[in-house]
């Protein structure tokens, strides 16, 4: 470890402080990218539950100084135990309700909200590494995680972009679309590996859509051009690429 961070690990009002603002800091900062992209978890998400980490472990360090020095002999007496990463198992425990409630069924059977879920949970645990006074892997666990909310995204983004394999959710006016939207498919050198009918509710009315599960041509097309060239067709109300 690092000598310099020393006395900041000792457990004076000095170090408490650096340790909680410390935890709010890096927690702002992985929640402002994810404001940004107006997510269900922002700014203040991630800042809160850092801070809560943070101190959650900070009240454990303070019951076990408290109970090697003024309650010594009554734990001495009583013959009382003290496990301090209790407090870390419930924090664990404790956000996995908070981050199940980011994640929603979307439409077409789409999971949404894992990676804000993921997202809690590592800031979390930055967190107590923050109230733990482990500066160290406070630094490396911000860049880290930054590096794949954000810096990941585009590159993500990218190779979704140039598979081969892709998703289409259409909406259309009467079931016999299908043998239009299949042909525009295949015409464009794609196959077509799986078909899922549908009903989706629009203006109180229930119209047939379908998701088609698509292999482009290995001289495909972009995404978009696919994208676009079913959107032409009559009797096509909506279009959209399901993002697995």
Same mark, same amino acid.
């Given at each position: ?9 000792? *457990? ?7 340790r909680?603002?410390l ?9 402002y990218g994810?404001?940004?992209k107006s997510?269900?978890a ?9 801070i ?21 002999d009554?734990?001495?007496?009583v013959g009382?135990? *003290?496990?301090?990463s209790r *407090? ?8 996995g309700?908070l981050?199940a409630g980011s994640?929603?069924?979307g ?7 894992l ?9 979390v645990?930055?967190?107590?590494a ?5 500066f160290?892997c406070?630094?490396v666990?911000?860049?880290?995680i930054?590096?794949? &909310? ?7 983004a990218?190779?979704k972009r140039?598979?081969?394999n ?6 259309f ?12 498919i =295949?015409?464009m050198k ?11 509710? =629009?203006?109180?009315? &229930?119209?047939?859509s379908?998701? *088609?599960s ?9 995404h978009s051009?696919? &994208?676009a ?13 399901l993002?697995?």
């Amino acid at each position: 470890m690092l000598s310099i961070f020393d006395s900041l690990r000792e *457990f004076t009002f000095l170090s408490i402080l650096l340790r909680m603002v410390l935890a709010m800091l890096c927690g702002g900062a992985i929640g402002y990218g994810r404001t940004k992209k107006s997510r269900t978890a922002g700014f203040r998400t991630y800042m809160l539950t850092a801070i809560g980490a943070s101190l959650s472990v900070i009240i454990a360090m303070y019951e076990y100084e408290l109970m090697q020095s003024i309650w010594k002999d009554v734990v001495a007496d009583v013959g009382m135990k *003290f496990d301090a990463s209790r *407090f870390a198992s419930s924090v664990i425990g404790g956000i996995g309700f908070l981050s199940a409630g980011s994640i929603i069924a979307g439409r077409h059977h789409q999971v949404e909200g894992l990676t804000t879920a993921t997202g809690l949970f590592a800031s979390v645990c930055m967190g107590m590494a923050a109230g733990a006074g482990f500066f160290e892997c406070v630094t490396v666990s911000l860049l880290l995680i930054i590096l794949a &909310l954000e810096v990941m995204q585009p590159l993500e983004a990218l190779y979704k972009r140039r598979k081969r394999n892709i998703t289409l959710a259409v909406e259309f006016d009467d079931v016999q679309t299908i043998d239009t939207i299949t042909g525009q498919i =295949k015409g464009m050198k794609a196959e077509i590996m799986d078909i899922d009918i549908e009903r989706t509710e =629009k203006a109180g009315d &229930l119209l047939p859509s379908a998701v *088609f599960s698509v292999r482009m041509a290995k001289e495909k097309q972009s995404h978009s051009e696919m &994208l676009a060239s079913i959107a032409e067709l009559p009797g096509v109300f909506a279009v959209e690429e399901l993002i697995s």
